[in-house]
């Protein structure tokens, strides 16, 4: 049976996360042919994984490519790398006919037997149009018409095209819609689930995005961590914790299919029972840091309009606290998915409407008596100088015996 090729690129300092991106692919996946250009990655790392690979009915091939000038060339983000030009040198270095690039922050989250037999004979290549500017094509994941690019010399046109104009395209991306369009085959958005645009979205209140995503979530193949990556600290975009899942895999799990799809990061960690939340614009939050000391099972989302303060950023040494500053309309509907109760401890004013939101879904609300902003809507007022009976009230909210 013939392998399905995929084509990365990658500098040494991405070598973990092109890992990640193979480990997902292979979790669904066997019988592959995987292409890594780079410049700077060791080989004791191609030896590993092609032993890892083996029991998959699948390789690995080391493409060096060393002499180029590719740092040379204007990219528009911080976060993007050189090695997204690696993907021009394709026709020089694939052997077969077709092949599915893929950017570096992606995982693969189902078997994509499906996307190979798209018949892409007349087009160069297949891709998922842009969230941003639908005109055009993400280049994040394209399926290549390798035979129709050696044929048309795309490598020496789009270095041609990079040359004139990378000081005023969007890098790599731009470079390719100038050569291809009009030309390229338009793949179902589920092969390219961009999530950066949940902050994007924010940024340029386009608010259909979040509706429209919201039907894709469950279906999407192939996640893009566009804008903000996972591994960053902090991230506001969706699907954070599936990629540590993915991360974190060890690789006899993939060949035994043993990993836990369902529960993902949940499955490998000691993850919190319960889970509350404060919307707040102040850094002055009533015993902020007791409470969060004295329930380790409890998971606190801490969100706010603007950035945080050190001292709230301080408190994610605390493995049961997650901050989420300049918030998203997304972030705001997943944290109040999964309260169990809402921690009405911030002082100065509410934001968010949050009290009415929280009410409406029939959630309870704790409170001191000086931060409490609305006290007919409070279930339990606690005295600001008890704060060990909070401990207590919310342990009799949650109900757990000897907890």
Excluded at 65 to 91: C, Q, V
Excluded at 161 to 168: I, K, R, W
Excluded at 171 to 192: P, V
Aim: one cysteine or more; glycine letters at 2%.
């Amino acid at each position: 049976m013939e392998k399905k090729v995929i084509v990365l690129g990658a500098d040494n300092g991405y070598q973990d996360k092109v890992e990640t991106t193979i480990k997902s692919i292979c979790a669904h996946n066997r019988n592959l042919k995987f292409y890594v250009f780079n410049d700077d990655i060791s080989s004791e790392w191609f030896q590993l994984m092609s032993k890892r690979l083996e029991p998959l009915l699948s390789e690995i091939v080391n493409v060096k490519i060393t002499n180029h000038s590719l740092r040379d060339y204007n990219l528009p983000l911080s976060h993007l790398s050189y090695a997204a030009f690696f993907r021009y040198f394709i026709p020089q270095f694939v052997k077969e006919d077709k092949a599915l690039y893929l950017d570096s922050d992606i995982i693969v989250r189902t078997n994509i037997d499906e996307l190979f037999l798209e018949d892409i004979t007349d087009y160069p290549l297949a891709a998922v149009a842009d969230a941003l500017v639908p005109s055009t094509f993400n280049s994040g994941v394209m399926l290549i018409n390798v035979a129709l690019w050696k044929q048309e010399n795309a490598t020496e046109r789009l270095f041609e095209l990079t040359n004139e104009f990378h000081d005023s395209s969007f890098g790599d991306q731009g470079i390719l819609n100038r050569l291809f369009e009009n030309r390229w085959y338009s793949l179902d958005s589920s092969y390219n689930f961009m999530v950066g645009m949940d902050t994007v979205a924010r940024n340029y209140q386009i608010d259909s995005w979040y509706i429209d995503s919201l039907k894709l979530e469950d279906s999407a193949k192939i996640i893009h961590f566009t804008g903000d990556k996972p591994w960053y600290q902090v991230n506001l975009n969706r699907f954070r914790e599936d990629w540590w899942f993915y991360y974190s895999l060890e690789w006899s799990d993939i060949v035994m299919r043993k990993a836990d799809f369902k529960k993902g990061l949940n499955s490998l960690i000691e993850s919190q029972l319960y889970h509350t939340a404060i919307f707040t614009n102040t850094c002055n939050i009533e015993h902020l840091e007791y409470l969060i000391r004295e329930l380790p099972q409890v998971h606190f989302s801490i969100l706010a309009h603007t950035g945080f303060a050190s001292e709230i950023v301080d408190l994610q040494r605390y493995l049961n606290v997650q901050i989420l500053p300049s918030f998203n309309p997304m972030n705001f509907k997943k944290v109040l998915e999964k309260i169990d109760f809402y921690l009405d401890i911030n002082h100065e004013n509410e934001i968010a409407n949050i009290i009415e939101e929280v009410y409406q879904i029939g959630k309870p609300i704790l409170s001191f008596d000086n931060t409490c902003h609305n006290v007919a809507k409070a279930s339990f007022i606690c005295e600001s100088k008890r704060p060990e009976k909070m401990v207590d009230a919310i342990k009799e909210v949650l109900n757990v015996a000897g907890y």
